[in-house]
């Protein structure tokens, strides 16, 4: 009877192995994170959550350009920009991304291919973020980010990845008509509509005093230091830098919290430094009055829909709005004109009451 138990659990524990193994096999050999290499056969490349994918695209995938952003550049299809100015293009995406971790994608991308093309949504909140924050952080899965190959243990024995994103990535290649250049997209999600804008908009209550240069200028010189140094060192690539279109909301809650001037500075600064190189592009569309004065554009203060995403490439393209040292002063100017158009004309239609000083 001994002899038995010692061969039924010897056989048991042999067959765990194997099935460790063979589970193990299979995620390394499917890999939906691309943590090891790029889709496999006839897989698609389905990605859809950046914290977890975007770093394995980065080292992994083959391409020439690479989009940057936070969320609102999630919406841009990559093939937009390959039709527009050739190559192949992925996304180095972080949600709320701050200039540090854009910094960390693209050199990460430099390291890993011979890009020659770099589209970076510049975000004014990510040009006054701190610029000493430490990316990637523990709000990542860092084993994906590490060159750790023992805490790989962590993905390769994941259930969710076992019975959900396997299993995900293989319905969107065979059983949807999944487009690859829609990486993270959310737009086919969401409604774009005034009614939704304005009640996702918590208005500030009052108007707080204008923030002073000596409170902003510290964080937006250091993080446009960041950009500036990776576009020094690299004058093979093309920088086009893109100055999203935050809606009237937006620059409405900036004016109330005393943040105009921080973010036209930025802007200012941006411009000022980095449109020196010859091997960069600025494209804003941030004053473009009829687009960020239309609220059915968005679906809240920031995010717009995947239309204007389109229109922005097209834009682009076609070499329209685009800053140079001659005329960033002005169509900056023409932005703090227009906040002010947005305090005096604009949001009286939706917010009639005085507006107090604190």
């Known amino acids: 009877m001994e002899q038995k138990q010692k061969k039924f659990i010897r056989n048991f524990i042999i067959q765990v192995v194997v099935l460790l ?3 193990g096999a299979v995620v390394v050999v499917i890999d939906p994170f691309f943590h090891y290499h ?68 693209l050199e990460e991308a430099l390291a890993s291919n011979e890009v020659k093309n770099v589209y970076y949504s510049m975000d004014i909140f990510a040009l ?7 990316f990637p952080d523990d709000s990542l899965p860092l084993y994906l980010y590490n060159e750790n190959p023992f805490d790989d243990v962590q993905y390769i024995w994941n259930k969710d990845v076992v019975f959900e994103h396997i299993p995900y990535m293989f319905a969107m290649t065979y ?8 990486s993270y997209n959310w737009a086919q999600y969401k409604t774009f509509s005034k009614e939704d804008t304005l009640q996702h908009y918590s208005r500030p209550e009052s108007v707080q005093p204008m923030l002073s240069e000596e409170e902003y200028k510290e964080n937006v010189d250091a993080n446009i230091t960041l950009i500036e140094n990776v576009v020094k060192a690299h004058p093979e690539v093309t920088f086009r830098f893109i100055c ?5 909301l937006w620059w409405d809650a900036a004016y109330r919290n005393g943040e ?4 036209l500075y930025a802007s200012t600064q941006a411009a000022e430094r980095l449109l020196v190189y010859e091997n960069v592009e600025m494209y804003y569309f941030q004053n473009k009055e009829e687009l960020i004065t239309n609220l059915d554009n968005y679906m809240d203060t920031v995010h717009f829909s995947d ?38 004309e604009y949001v009286v239609e939706y917010f009639s009451e005085e507006t107090t000083q604190d």
Not at 62 to 87: K, Q, T
Not at 260 to 263: I, L, M, P, R, V
């Open 307 to 344: 239309e204007i995403n389109h229109a922005i490439v097209e834009w682009m393209e076609a070499g329209e709005y685009q800053l140079t040292l001659d005329n960033y002063q002005g169509e900056i100017e023409k932005m703090r004109d227009l906040s002010e158009k947005i305090q005096e």
């Open 175 to 182: 059983l949807d008509d999944y487009d690859e250049g829609t």
């Open 38 to 105: 790029e889709p496999v056969g006839s897989l698609k490349a389905i990605v859809t959550k950046a914290e977890y994918q975007c770093i394995g695209t980065v080292h992994n995938f083959e391409y020439d350009g690479i989009v940057l952003g936070s969320s609102v550049a999630e919406n841009y299809n990559n093939r937009w920009f390959d039709e527009a100015f050739g190559g192949t293009t992925i996304k180095g995406i972080k949600s709320s991304a701050a200039t540090v971790d854009l910094v960390y994608y």
């Open 21 to 23: 193994l063979g589970i």
């Open 260 to 263: 105009t001037e921080q973010n």
């Open 244 to 248: 999203p279109p935050y809606s009237m």
């Open 128 to 134: 006054t973020a701190d610029a000493n924050k430490e």
